[in-house]
């Protein structure tokens, strides 16, 4: 499993079925909101292994699977 730092830049590697919202209730949103290639701020890290990272679009939890570190 992949660590990061809360502040540090990310980017999208590949897009999970679904978003999760990053709200104190969160909702499911259609994985097209986004696109592979998005580069976002880790905003904390989560239960479940999920990391809260906002993107232009929006904050959203995602699973580490799906991001990688941005080398800026």
């Known amino acids: ?3 990061f730092t809360i502040g540090a ?3 999208l590697i590949s897009l999970p079925p ?3 919202s990053a709200d104190p209730m969160p909702m499911l949103r ?3 909101i986004l696109q592979v290639g998005d580069e ?3 905003l904390d ?3 479940g292994g ?3 990272v906002r993107f232009e679009k929006g904050a959203f939890l995602l699973d ?3 991001l990688e570190a941005n080398a800026e």
């Open 64 to 66: 580490s699977q799906y």
């Open 30 to 32: 259609p994985a097209d």
């Open 40 to 42: 976002g701020t880790v």
């Open 50 to 52: 999920y990391w809260g």
């Open 45 to 47: 890290r989560r239960p």
């Open 9 to 11: 830049k990310v980017r």
């Open 18 to 20: 679904y978003l999760k």
């Open 1 to 3: 499993m992949k660590e």
